[in-house]
């Protein structure tokens, strides 16, 4: 998600001077030199603090840290996210007569997420507390209207596969099955708009609608056809990560985008008249970006970045609130261009420019290749709710 020697625009990012045209041919991407940034927030090695979304806070450096001495915060475990939520789930399922019970699901109507309707599963993908039985869905997309950026067409935007990580190059979209571990082509990206458009990196909000980023424009990309349609200009500035951080940590509805830049910074990307505008959320302590993040509830937030004197990229785990807090995971020895980077439940993936695809275990840090077969990866993406067919 970066690009060598050519200074790549972040996405939505920060407002400043544009370096890399978006009419660019070059197909490499580069987060810098090998020794950059200071001091690391923790010692390599320890075990790291995993900034999970949940409840209460507690200290930082404990496994589901806040804001050192914070109390109340929200970033703590929460139970799986995609399956039965509320109350009556259970009663539901058991048969079980409930009082307060218009819809004979089994779930009392104070606590059920669609009173009017049967859903004994509570089933909430987005987590705005509508259940999807009910939500509001104009054209049956099976995207509720208020994540819909087109509610009245139902072939767009489209929408990602349940158990599915998405990576791509410059040029095409790929998609790894996490039951399967299978690594498939989905389709060479187009555009609406001409000129030598490529791809820096993706994100995909929890309703599943995926976005993108070129060195001047942010997209919306169909997930089965790789269409892509302009959503605005970016600022010029220089941005190698995109991802969607949950809205309960801005006390919003809906998920927040943001971009991560080269040097390290965390930018809010914001739509606003046929632009885009970044707000300042914070910065690393001194590591640089090295390709991506990732952010999905009840798992956490990880990222890539380079330091100063190691010559691979470190995986660590990013306090979303506050990415000047964040733990070393796993150094990837031997691979120094991990630009696309995305997980799931107690795994990472991470995919380097030289054409490996990296599984690490959350748990035991272990890493295995999957594939190495020189495809120039550039970027990934995760919804920030996980889907499964099993939830």
Not at 120 to 131: A, E, K, M, S, T
Request: with cysteine; proline share 6%; hydrophobic share 35%.
């Amino acid at each position: 998600m970066r690009s060598s020697l050519l200074m790549r625009v972040c996405v939505l990012i920060a407002l400043g001077g544009c370096e890399s045209p978006d009419s660019s041919s070059s197909l490499s991407q580069d987060g810098g030199a090998d020794s950059l940034g200071g001091a690391t927030s923790q010692v390599a090695g320890a075990e790291p603090a995993l900034w999970v979304m949940g409840g209460a806070g507690t200290e930082a450096g404990t496994e589901t840290g806040t804001e050192a001495g914070t109390e109340g915060g929200p970033w703590t475990p929460q139970p799986e996210l995609g399956g039965s939520t509320g109350a009556g789930a259970e009663a539901g399922a058991s048969g079980g007569q409930v009082m307060g019970d218009r819809d004979a699901d089994g779930v009392p109507d104070e606590s059920d997420n669609c009173p009017d309707t049967f859903n004994p599963d509570q089933l909430d993908v987005n987590r705005d507390f509508i259940g999807d039985a009910c939500a509001m869905d104009a054209d049956q997309d099976t995207i509720p209207d208020s994540w819909d950026p087109a509610p009245s067409d139902p072939s767009w935007p489209g929408r990602t596969r349940p158990d599915t990580v998405y990576a791509h190059t410059a040029r095409t979209l790929h998609a790894l099955d996490v039951k399967t571990m299978r690594l498939n082509e989905v389709a060479p990206f187009s555009f609406d708009v001409e000129g030598n458009h490529q791809i820096t990196d993706i994100a995909i909000d929890r309703a599943g609608v995926l976005w993108a980023i070129t060195y001047s424009t942010l997209w919306l990309c169909h997930p089965q056809t790789g269409e892509c349609r302009s959503q605005g200009s970016l600022p010029s500035t220089n941005c190698n990560g995109l991802t969607f951080l949950p809205g309960a940590l801005f006390n919003e509805p809906r998920d927040v985008l943001v971009g991560i830049e080269s040097s390290g910074v965390w930018r809010r990307l914001t739509l606003n008249n046929g632009g885009v505008d970044g707000m300042y959320l914070g910065s690393y302590p001194s590591e640089r970006s090295s390709g991506d993040v990732f952010s999905i509830e009840g798992v956490g937030t990880y990222a890539a970045v380079k330091r100063d004197g190691v010559s691979s990229d470190i995986l660590v785990s990013v306090n979303p609130t506050r990415p000047d807090q964040l733990t070393d995971v796993v150094t990837l020895d031997g691979y120094r261009a991990v630009y696309g980077l995305a997980g799931w439940r107690g795994q990472m993936f991470a995919f380097d420019e030289g054409g490996a695809v990296l599984v690490i275990d959350l748990e035991t840090r272990e890493v295995t290749v999957l594939e190495d077969n020189g495809v120039q990866w550039w970027g990934a993406g995760v919804s920030s709710v996980l889907r499964s067919v099993d939830d």
